[in-house]
């Protein structure tokens, strides 16, 4: 169900084995794992068969483990198991032995480069190796105070661009080289987060064979064999040609700091490496701690959304079991991962008729809690102005329509049972999801109706009533879709031979309900669903 602000997803590889683009459409959900009966497959042991979902809730695009064995990182931070989680744009997503960036929408990058030249491939006389492990540790105490110095400006800044300015005027000065630059992959191309020195964006200053290198998470470093006709030694200029040092969040490299000298004419220190090393380790934490910080922030803004939606369904919600005139009923409702988008009423009306109607409004929190209110608030007054379903909807289908941008709509069943001769009239409008015990003695059915749309998919479509009969001891059972497609560990759905076995046994209205929920919570094998689950049963007074 999209939204207004719902955006595609891209999910480009950065490290791992050789794996096509991922995307995603706005409102979708994918399964990611190791099983072929993923939307995503990805073929390594260390992947579960259902490792975890993606999916498009409100516009945001979230993240949530399944239990893995390996786990699920955002930004090098583990995620809770069950736990949806945001992804951002340009956040990290490892999944065993993968990377991926996230981009979300078009982003919105403050410089985009496309990064030139085929892996590998490097002009006659250069080579690219890693810098030795005795040269990173050799790190003067001398320069452990610029260090110091530098550190606190990283940790100083508050945002992202100006930790990357920091880090890139501190190599610059602390290294000798004459201009540093600091970006971050996204797919073949550079984002641009900030340059120290002379980097001119038109020269395509990166060598893309020591951005690879460095992807592995070592300090990489391109030289030349030949000499240098500067007067210098090779030490002192030719092996410092290049410097690339990986910014890493936990494991998954995020950014690149680059430095380069192409005058030949620079004093590059010559723990230069080390001096990187160091730099973008305490680069990599403090942008750590802000992405933290964003997404602490972001999930105390769900958290009060949720918040607020659930106290908007309490407060519409009838009680739990009760009575409505001659019609007994019991109605239980679970929200999956967020606050339910399911509503559920049964009212009074003239002539000792009862209403009652459920059904879910696309999306999710506060945004769908208002509407759930605006429709409950609407349908009950249509329904106590008329006897019929079918004129209710028509009367408030128009009304509803400009409230429900971007694709939402609202799926309903909604009926008007006359106890007096035992007759429901209904009206199905893009629900599908209820069962009919004719009498005590008859199994649960569905029943094939005419139906009609959803709300909001065509204001002008009209609506039909249709009518059934209960006899003696007849009950409806009316479920929101979280029943028969909640999926359990290996990804087969309750479905709905599932439904009618678990309701088969059952003799009470209370007792359908409390059956169905046990065995759907059984089959999901966790306590957090993956969708809504309503289940409302209604029974009529025998006569």
């Known amino acids: 169900m999209r939204s207004s602000n719902a955006q595609p997803l891209k999910l480009l590889p950065l490290q791992g084995p050789p794996v096509a683009t991922l995307e995603a459409t706005p409102g979708s959900t994918l399964v990611l794992g190791r099983s072929v009966t993923c939307d995503v497959q990805l073929s390594d042991p260390s992947v579960s068969r259902r490792h975890a979902t993606l999916a498009d809730v409100g516009g945001t695009w979230l993240v949530t483990d399944l239990h893995s064995r390996a786990g699920v990182t955002i930004n090098g931070t583990p995620i809770a198991p069950d736990t949806p989680t945001p992804l951002s744009d340009l956040d990290l997503l490892s999944i065993g032995p993968w990377t991926f960036r996230a981009q979300v929408g078009a982003s919105a990058g403050t410089t ?9 491939v490097l002009a006659a006389g250069e080579r690219v190796d890693a810098v030795p492990e005795r040269e990173l540790r050799s790190l003067a105490r001398r320069r452990l105070d610029l260090l ?130 160091a730099l973008c380790r305490i680069g990599g934490l403090a942008l750590a701690n802000q992405r933290r910080a964003a997404l602490e922030r972001l999930n105390a803004e769900i958290m009060r959304d949720v918040s607020a939606a659930a106290e908007a369904r309490r407060l519409l919600m009838p009680a739990a079991e009760g009575r409505c005139r001659s019609v007994g009923y019991s109605v239980r409702m679970k929200p999956g991962r967020f606050v339910a988008g399911d509503l559920f009423n049964i009212l009074p009306l003239e002539g000792r ?98 139906g009609g749309l959803p709300l909001g998919v065509d204001p002008d479509a009209p609506y039909h009533d249709e009518t059934l009969m209960l006899g003696e001891g007849g009950r409806i059972v009316l479920l929101s879709d979280g029943v028969v497609e909640q999926r359990s560990r290996g990804g087969e759905e309750f479905g709905l031979a599932r439904t009618i076995a678990a309701l088969e046994p059952c003799n009470a209205a209370a007792e359908d309900v409390e059956r169905l929920f046990r065995e759907v919570q059984a089959h999901a094998g966790a306590d957090a669903l993956d969708d809504d689950v309503t289940v409302a049963s209604l029974a009529l007074d025998s006569a």
């Open 112 to 120: 985009r480069l496309t990064l030139r030249g085929s892996p590998g």
């Open 148 to 277: 110091i110095d530098c550190a606190a400006q990283i940790y100083a800044a508050t945002s992202e661009e100006p930790l990357a300015r920091a880090v890139a005027q501190a190599a610059r000065e602390g290294t000798g080289f004459p201009r540093a630059a600091v970006f971050r992959l996204v797919g073949d191309e550079i984002e641009l987060l900030a340059t120290a020195g002379d980097f001119q964006l038109a020269e395509r200053p990166f060598s893309r064979t020591l951005i690879e290198a460095a992807g592995s998470g070592q300090v990489a470093r391109l030289s030349h064999d030949g000499p240098i006709n500067h007067g210098e030694s090779i030490a002192r200029l030719g092996i410092q040609a290049a410097i690339c040092a990986p910014i890493a969040l936990g494991d998954a490299v995020d950014a690149y700091l680059y430095l380069d000298d192409r005058r030949h004419d620079a004093i590059v220190e010559p723990d230069a490496g080390a001096f990187c090393q």
């Open 353 to 450: 008729r009862v209403g009652v109607y459920l059904g879910d409004v696309a999306g999710k929190g506060v945004g769908a809690a208002m509407l759930m209110a605006t429709t409950q608030t609407m349908l009950n007054a249509a329904l106590r102005s008329t006897a019929s379903p079918a004129a209710a909807l028509d009367e408030i289908g128009p009304e509803l329509a400009p409230m429900l941008p971007g694709g939402r709509f609202i799926s309903l069943w909604v009926a008007v049972i006359e106890p007096d001769g035992r007759t429901v009239r209904f009206v199905d409008a893009g629900h599908g999801h209820w069962l009919v015990r004719s009498s005590r003695d008859a199994s649960p059915t569905p029943l094939q109706t005419v």
